[in-house]
T-cell receptor, first 112, second 109 residues
Framework: NAGVTQTPKFRILKIGQSMTLQCTQD?????MYWYRQDPGMGLKLIYY???????DKGEVPNGYNVSRSTTEDFPLRLELAAPSQTSVYFC???????????FGEGSWLTVV | KNEVEQSPQNLTAQEGEFITINCSYS?????LHWLQQHPGGGIVSLFM???GKKKHGRLIATINIQEKHSSLHITASHPRDSAVYIC???????????FGEGTQLTVNP
């Protein structure tokens, strides 16, 4: 099993550019999450989804958008990138909150 | 006050020492997770608990549902245990996973 796959691993963006972080899981998990982790800090929830066609905001959704058209994919869109969005982004999935959580390897994003 | 509080924030130990990391939470949970994040950034699940105690090698995790408290113990610690250990809870009231800030563990040889 590939588990949770995130791309790209590293990206440098200029202020105002847009990009999409891709996340795919092959475990048929219902729940998928996007987190950001700033240096020395904990994980903050951006958006999550409990199934295809359903998404909801987390703690820090401003500046981001998501979609969940299939069970497997949960892309995170950054519109008009800002330096405050420089962070490490993690995608995670689980069957439900009482089951093991699986994380992608992380995407390092720098906005300059 | 955060819903999930970990202590200590930082911990330095000598190789061979017994280590305890604590996690307290304030919400009803379906499960509590202990995760490990290595310096390269990758996050792996160590334990998922809804009651009692689990053991895997030198790692032991316990949870007290009444007291809303969990502990992660590492016996005979080793420098390769150096990592950030994160507590996360799955809330019974929703679909979210709420994370603690993590405990940075450094084990010196």
């Amino acid at each position: 099993n590939a588990g949770v796959t995130q791309t790209p691993k590293f990206r440098i963006l200029k202020i105002g550019q847009s990009m999409t972080l891709q996340c795919t899981q092959d475990m048929n998990h219902n729940y998928m999450y996007w987190y950001r982790q700033d240096p020395g800090m904990g994980l903050k929830l951006i958006y999550y989804s409990v199934g295809a066609g359903i998404t909801d905001k987390g703690e820090v959704p401003n500046g981001y958008n998501v979609s969940r058209s299939t069970t497997e994919d949960f892309p995170l869109r950054l519109e008009l990138a800002a330096p405050s969005q420089t962070s490490v982004y993690f995608c995670a999935s689980t069957l439900n909150t009482g089951n093991t959580i699986y994380f992608g390897e992380g995407s390092w994003l720098t906005v300059v | 006050k955060n819903e999930v509080e970990q202590s200590p924030q930082n911990l330095t130990a000598q190789e061979g020492e017994f280590i305890t990391i604590n996690c307290s939470y304030s919400v009803g949970i379906s499960a509590l997770h202990w995760l490990q994040q290595h310096p390269g950034g990758g996050i792996v699940s160590l334990f998922m608990l809804s009651s009692g105690k689990k053991k895997h090698g030198r790692l032991i995790a316990t949870i007290n549902i009444q007291e809303k408290h969990s502990s992660l113990h590492i016996t005979a610690s080793h420098p390769r245990d150096s990592a950030v250990y994160i507590c996360a809870v799955g809330e019974t009231s929703g679909s979210r996973l709420t994370f603690g800030e993590g405990t940075q563990l450094t084990v010196n040889p």
